[in-house]
Nanobody, 113 residues
Framework: QARLVESGGGLVQPGESLRLTCTTT??????????LAWYRQAPGRQRELVAS???????DYLDSVKGRFTISRDNRRKRGYLQMNSLKPEDTAVYYC?????WGQGTQVTVAS
């Protein structure tokens, strides 16, 4: 429903880090308590779930990012994050934030030498 905005993407070299931020544009008192998720879609591939965090704080990660990525949320500030460390070329994709019924428009992450 185009109420989320992603930021923080960019071009980095392998091994470097990025932090993505998901911010709501809706006028709400608190961040939607529904599960917050980050998806990504690489060229020629289907969109895949990268990480999620429930309203209670339970997290799940795509196997290939475990130990490298960390998802978090700040409901009071109505903001979500994806900290990405030790980035690999395979992480190159457009990253999307999803919360409740809302999607962001995506932010490009490119990992290349």
């Amino acid at each position: 429903q185009a109420r989320l905005v992603e930021s923080g993407g960019g071009l980095v070299q392998p091994g470097e880090s990025l932090r993505l931020t998901c911010t709501t544009t809706a006028i709400t008192s608190v961040f939607n308590p529904a599960t917050l998720a980050w998806y990504r879609q690489a060229p020629g591939r289907q969109r895949e779930l990268v990480a999620s965090i429930s309203g209670s704080g339970s997290t799940d990660y795509l196997d290939s990012v475990k130990g490298r990525f960390t998802i978090s949320r700040d409901n009071r500030r109505k903001r979500g994050y994806l900290q990405m460390n030790s980035l690999k070329p395979e992480d190159t994709a457009v990253y999307y934030c999803h919360l409740g019924e809302s999607w962001g428009q995506g932010t490009q992450v490119t990992v290349a030498s």
